[in-house]
């Protein structure tokens, strides 16, 4: 068969180990257990049991074979209040080797938290009495979302880990619940005690929103009558695909790759790099989404809250979904399996977690010669390692691509169902758009942060600012036709804290000035900006100094195993100011070595009706450019050929 559905676990075989593999399932038990033993006896709860990743000295210099001591990064807390302990352990040497205890971080809300959260707020008087007052008596049928609380200062909430919550309710068992906002209820939840400590009713005084009751379904049984006019569009390799997987090393190409995964980002790309002839050539050390962050644009009582760091408040990794054969990638596929950590400790497998396959890209170049009639034409295929997860009403599906003409790329794909408030019919908020009789969409942002840890032709690297530079009109100019790139180095931290500029045709190159092309020019990777987003939350705002780094749309550092996530390591209800504002402002040296760029991108959303029920995936990303890498066009290689499959319809 062309299709294959083999699934192969994300971990350490004995043929095919490597220091990068993420911790298999009998890691995290022996992590847990360790942990409960040395913390104990009082109960824990774990949020992260994650690889302690290798230096890179050791990722160079191993060996198959080679013993290397498994290191586990740790996150747990006690129930019932804040305050977590991060460390490191060793499973090789069966103890903890470093611990630090932070009585004021919070953990991420976990997914076993979710549906305790929203029994609890059910079950309150003052929750039930709002529902009452809008006509609802069935609470069965009401849906509570736990939002993130963000940090405001409000009387009564010092001192908790919180989730301020919106409320939907069904007209039925299979209902869209998203189609019913409750407006105006917002109960706040104490997360480790599920107390409800307030319930906000913004109608208190006054007639409340009513509960537009129109139904949008898009569940297939539910929609009605179906398009009959589609015929199947099947993609068949007959000899498979053209790539080879061995534990997680991928190799395709030219390229190669480890792919890992983890709770809290999810897919990871690991020391990707480039063989031409008989030499291999290192690109990126690490590629990973470090961060999100959804900002909603309404002002108005319990909206002004919604600022939610999706990757760091609740974990892109545990919230990835079991993808299935045949809807989610089609083609010859092959599959690979992760586990994360439950609030227990024990492992949870998540089966079909990434899926690899090829695809085709259109035409990678073409020339026709019109004085002998001659054309040369080669398609381009591109290798996709994808991943989707579900934060709440959101579908979020990151996808990697490697191309023949040596180029990367990222793209994240965003669909399921946009989070809906109600309003009169006809008079909806400035802030939002309707979408249905009675329903709105506020308009909002989704900002992604990518970590780019490069190693272009090794580690020592440097980062060129371009820019258009017109000369005026004159001697330099006189034809009104010239302009030309001026070429920047970015030396220090707070120089290249950039923002994409179109007017100048912005970007930035990583370039390694030990090593020289064909024309004597550094060897580098061009990062295109191509879906950059002008940030409208205030810097200084309460949710904007939490964010700040959508302030930018690059920032570089020197690499620091202990930076890794833009907003700062604790996430959830955090001070301001934490992550790249923090570490950047040591202005630290940029010229000739190890670098981590961080590229902020994202989509800005002003919701249409097109969006509802269902949002058609609406895409965002960058690119990662051979510029200068290579000493000609890497895909004057591709073989002639001509699809024998295609037909004259």
């Not at 007052?133 to 880990?161: T, Y």
């Not at 004085?371 to 034409?377: F, K, M, Q, S």
């Not at 930018?552 to 100011?577: D, I, K």
């Not at 890497?634 to 319809?649: D, F, Q």
Request: hydrophobic share 35%; net charge negative; proline share 8%.
């Amino acid at each position: 068969m062309a299709i294959s559905s083999e699934s192969t676990p994300i971990g350490a075989t004995a043929d095919t180990f490597h220091p990068l593999d993420p911790l298999g399932p009998e890691e995290m038990r022996t992590a847990a257990a360790l942990l409960r033993e040395a913390l104990g006896p009082e109960p824990l709860r774990f949020e992260r049991l994650t690889l302690e990743e290798p230096d890179k000295e050791s990722i160079r210099g191993w060996q198959p074979g080679q013993p290397l001591d498994r290191r586990v990064r740790f996150v747990v807390s006690r129930p019932g209040g804040i305050g977590v302990t991060l460390g490191i352990l060793s499973l090789d040497e069966h103890r903890i080797l470093s611990s630090e205890h932070l009585p004021d971080a919070r953990p991420m809300i976990m997914l076993e938290e979710f549906m305790a959260i929203e029994d609890a707020v059910k079950a309150d008087p003052a929750f039930i009495k709002a529902c009452a007052r809008r006509g609802i008596d069935d609470m069965s049928l009401v849906c509570v979302d736990p939002w993130s609380a963000g940090r405001f200062d409000v009387p009564g909430e010092e001192g908790r880990r919180l989730s301020h919550t919106f409320a939907w309710v069904r007209n039925h068992a299979r209902d869209n619940f998203y189609a019913h906002p409750i407006e105006g209820v917002n109960a706040v939840v104490d997360v480790d005690t599920l107390e409800v400590i307030r319930v906000d009713d913004h109608y208190a005084d006054r007639e409340p929103v009513p509960v537009p009751r129109g139904e949008s379904n898009y569940e297939a049984e539910l929609v009605g009558e179906h398009r009959g006019d589609i015929k199947p569009l099947d993609v068949i390799q007959s000899d498979g695909p053209s790539f080879t997987l061995e534990g997680n090393l991928l190799r395709w190409q030219g390229w190669d790759v480890r792919i890992g995964f983890n709770a809290r980002e999810g897919l990871t790309l690991h020391t990707l790099g480039h063989t031409e002839g008989d030499e291999r050539r290192p690109i990126l050390h690490r590629a990973s989404l470090a961060e999100m962050v959804v900002p909603y644009g309404s002002p108005a009582a319990g909206h002004y809250r919604k600022n939610v760091f999706d990757i760091g408040e609740y974990g892109l990794g545990k919230l990835a979904n079991s993808l299935t054969l045949g809807c989610d990638c089609l083609g010859a596929i092959r599959y690979l399996d992760a586990y994360v950590n439950g609030i227990d400790g024990e492992p949870i497998e998540i089966a079909n977690a990434i899926c690899i396959h090829e695809e085709d890209n259109g035409i990678a170049w073409k020339h026709w010669d019109f004085r002998t009639d001659h054309t040369e034409v080669r398609r381009l295929r591109r290798l996709v390692i994808s991943s989707i997860s579900t934060v709440g009403n959101y579908e979020y599906a990151s996808y990697w691509y490697l191309y023949q003409t040596g180029m990367v790329e990222f793209e994240m794909k965003a669909t399921g169902i946009i989070n809906t408030v109600a309003c009169e019919p006809g008079k909806p908020s400035p802030y939002a758009n309707e979408v249905a009789p009675g329903v709105a969409g506020q308009i909002h942002q989704h900002l992604f942060c990518a970590r780019l840890d490069m190693d272009v032709d090794g580690p020592d690297n440097a980062v060129m600012e371009y820019n258009v530079v017109v000369p005026p009109e004159g001697p330099e100019n006189p034809y009104g036709n010239a302009f030309r790139e001026e070429a920047t180095l970015l030396e220090t931290e707070r120089a290249a804290q950039r923002r994409a500029n179109s007017e100048t045709m912005r970007y930035w190159k990583v370039v390694n000035r030990q090593r020289r092309n064909a024309v004597g020019q550094p060897t580098g990777f061009k990062l295109e900006a191509t879906n950059p987003v002008t940030p409208y939350t205030q810097p200084q705002s309460r949710s904007g100094q939490r964010g700040r780094f959508i302030q930018n749309h690059l920032w570089v550092t020197p690499f620091n195993a202990e930076e890794r996530y833009p907003a700062g390591e604790f996430v959830n209800q955090s001070g301001p100011g934490q992550g790249l504002p923090e570490w950047t402002s040591a202005d630290r040296n940029l010229v000739d070595t190890d670098l981590v760029l961080w590229h902020v991108f994202g989509l800005h959303h002003p919701v249409r009706p097109e969006d509802y029920p269902v949002q058609p995936c609406v895409t965002c990303g960058f690119r990662l450019m051979p510029s200068g890498f290579f000493d000609r066009n890497p895909a004057i290689t591709l073989p002639p050929g001509r699809n024998a499959a295609s037909c004259c319809a």
